[in-house]
């Protein structure tokens, strides 16, 4: 391990969240876990460290936010991702990727000093349950306000 993921296994550890961590390709390092959004519906996320020194670069990831399954909709989805990048999502970004899924991204650069890192996590959580109402209300094909 070094000295960044031990950092932040750290504080997941004081924090109780259990995430699953894996060696990838690379050099980097993957941690996934679930966001529960609701008693039923759980929002996948990764965090993935790129090869160390003493400042690493990671990538944040909110998966299946939604599917676009009809892509009659992909016109209004744009136009709602942009709005959302626009005023809503802060530091993160939200994608439609070519499978029809909705993620939602975040790239950043962090030191040993990993706290700014956790609370980039736990803010995306918030964006993610902010915004899903209105992707959902794209989706199905209701008006946006």
Request: aromatic share 8%.
């Amino acid at each position: 391990m070094t000295k960044i993921t031990d950092q932040f296994e750290k504080i997941l550890k004081e924090k109780q969240i259990p995430l699953a961590k894996r060696e990838i390709e690379n050099g980097q390092v993957s941690y996934n876990g679930k966001f529960q959004l609701t008693k039923d519906k759980a929002l996948p996320f990764g965090i993935v460290f790129d090869k160390e020194d003493a400042i690493s670069d990671y990538q944040i990831v909110y998966h299946h936010l939604a599917f676009v399954s009809n892509f009659s909709k992909k016109v209004a989805v744009l136009e709602l991702i942009n709005d959302l990048n626009e005023l809503q999502s802060g530091y993160y970004r939200i994608c439609l990727g070519s499978d029809g899924e909705l993620y939602m991204r975040l790239l950043g650069r962090t030191t040993e000093n990993v706290q700014p890192l956790y609370e980039m996590l736990v803010t995306g959580s918030t964006i993610a349950k902010a915004i899903l109402p209105k992707i959902e209300l794209v989706l199905t094909n209701e008006t946006v306000k």
